[in-house]
């Protein structure tokens, strides 16, 4: 109830401002809640979504397909983990918008490079977190299988990969927030491939700041839902995690 | 059945080197149910690990049915002191008893009427479909022991199995281990910190040292069976023993290692 009208406050008083002509270069909140309602039936808007959230979708999927079991061998096998730890420290504090040039020069097509980027960015957190989910599996409970004459497969199956599925179930969220960042921060800057980032540069030049707007405050929604839809997934998936 | 000899393991390495257990021998007939008792920190988790091949000694062997333990041997179950974390929060009460037997020739349906039958035995018969967090810590506790029952280990390997259920609820287990002990030639190894029990659970009772562990005491136990709570508890033999237990326990707290 609070958070609603402190929402509301904040756009009564943004509305006041830009009617007012307090703030010169916005339009007023209600003419880009409106463009934005308009944007929902325009299919040339919606188009450049698809293009957004597809790209996302793969780039996520992949990411999850590769870093998870990744984070796995690294996790189990220390060896491996100790020959590739350099690699992983030299590699991860590398700001991934950073990569966008090379992104580009390596693929061609910017889908594909937005996918590439997307997956080299969603990896991080999802193999660093599948292996500190491993580090922290119960021994008694890994034991508990052993004990019973489990082999370490079948430990790794059956009590490492549940225990850990709530850190990896942490690692897909941070990691579906970041890619509506890259995505839209690849198509800012590739244009061409379609995108809510190539949207943003059409109004732009346009200078239609109210589509800017409409467009940004599209790109947030998604956010939210995608998180929501996440967090739900999670809830369900983890009930055991959540009762205890 | 089961032949320790020379057993010791030292966790750890230098000056904060930990001797758990030093020169343990001690040997298991088929069948039998040997209780072991002795101070907290003493090295019965250590020695009971070593049993089961979970951890590797560091000196001397364990052989079950003449074979020399290296990995978990088949056929041993294991019910660990911390039972709350060795039962599975993801899977429903009856699923973390049905999983063991995965190991077994069992089919889904089969594995599923063992793990009722086992939860049914342990006065748990209702709780199948719950969660291991939906269930009171003495619940949990019965939860791994039918986990255990179920698998029809040869080789019974329980730490402290009775620790946090109410006095009757342990009664009831007491006589349950000794029950499915005589229905299904299981040879069963128990520890225990309460010598009232060791008495009344066990053919026989080992009393261990204070670190390093090793063997002080050993007792037969020659109660008449069928044992019961209270005719049991109140024969002059098993109030002897009990003494006699108490005081191989005691002896140990009043001079130093
Ligand atoms: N993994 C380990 N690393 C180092 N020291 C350990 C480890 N496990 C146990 N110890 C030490 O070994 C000693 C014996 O432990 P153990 O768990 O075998 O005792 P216990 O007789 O089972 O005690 P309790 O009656 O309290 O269960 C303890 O002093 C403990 O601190
Ligand atoms: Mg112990």
Redesign the pocket.
């Known amino acids: 109830m609070i958070r609603t009208l402190g929402v509301l406050g904040f756009l009564l008083v943004l509305e006041a401002a830009g009617r007012l002509g307090l703030i010169e270069a916005l339009p007023p909140v209600s003419v880009v809640l409106v463009t934005a309602a308009g944007l929902a039936v325009d299919g040339s808007f919606l188009s450049d979504v698809g293009a957004t959230l597809s790209a996302c979708a793969a780039g996520l999927l992949i990411a999850v397909v590769t870093a998870v079991p990744a984070g796995l061998l690294l996790g189990t096998v220390p060896a491996v983990e100790r020959s590739v730890r350099p690699l992983v420290e030299f590699l991860r504090p590398i700001p991934s918008l950073s990569l966008i040039p090379l992104a580009m020069f390596l693929w061609t097509d910017s889908h594909d490079a937005k996918i590439a980027l997307i997956v080299y960015t969603c990896s991080w957190p999802l193999l660093i977190n599948t292996m500190y989910g491993l580090a922290d599996v119960d021994p008694i409970a890994k034991d508990t299988l052993r004990g019973f004459g489990f082999g370490p497969m079948a430990v790794l199956w059956r009590v490492s990969l549940p225990s850990t599925a709530p850190f990896i179930a942490t690692g897909v969220r941070i990691a579906v927030s970041v890619t509506l960042i890259v995505a839209v921060s690849v198509e800012l800057l590739a244009g061409g491939g379609g995108g809510i980032g190539a949207y943003l540069v059409q109004a732009g030049s346009a200078n239609r700041v109210d589509r800017m707007l409409a467009a940004t405050v599209w790109a947030g929604a998604l956010g939210l839902a995608a998180n929501a839809l996440f967090t739900a997934a999670e809830r369900r998936l983890l009930r055991w995690r959540w009762a205890t | 059945m089961l032949e320790i000899s020379n057993l010791s393991h030292v ?2 390495s230098g000056p904060g080197a ?1 001797h ?2 030093e020169g343990l021998n001690l040997s298991v007939a088929e069948g039998e149910l040997l209780c072991i008792v ?12 070593s049993i089961a091949g979970l951890i590797q000694p560091t000196g001397g062997e364990v052989r079950i049915e003449g074979k020399l333990v290296k990995q978990t041997p088949d056929n041993l179950a294991v019910v660990f ?1 911390d039972y709350s974390r060795s039962l599975f929060p993801w899977m429903s009460v009856a699923d973390n008893v049905a999983l063991p037997l995965r190991r077994k020739k069992m089919d889904k349906q089969q594995r599923r009427a063992a793990a009722q039958e086992a939860l049914e035995s342990v006065g748990l018969a209702e709780a199948g479909k719950k969660y291991p967090f939906q269930l009171s810590g003495g619940m949990q506790q019965r939860v791994a022991i039918a986990r255990a029952l179920a698998y029809r280990p040869a080789l019974m390997l329980m ?2 199995p009775f620790g946090s259920v109410d006095a009757q609820t342990r009664e009831d287990l007491e006589d349950l281990v000794l029950q499915v002990r005589g229905h299904h030639k299981m040879t069963i190894v128990l ?1 225990t ?1 309460d010598i009232d029990e060791s008495v009344y659970v066990g053919d026989r009772v080992v009393v ?1 040292s204070k ?1 390093p ?1 090793h063997v002080v005491g050993d007792l037969k136990v020659e109660l008449a069976s069928p044992r019961d709570q209270i005719t049991t508890r109140e024969h002059s033999d098993f109030v002897h023993l009990r003494a006699e237990v108490g005081r191989l326990v005691r002896g140990l707290e009043r001079t130093p290692a």
């Open positions: 966790y750890g930990h758990a257990i002795g101070p907290s920190g003493a090295g019965k988790s250590t020695l009971l690990r002191q730490d402290e520890i910190h261990l670190a562990a």
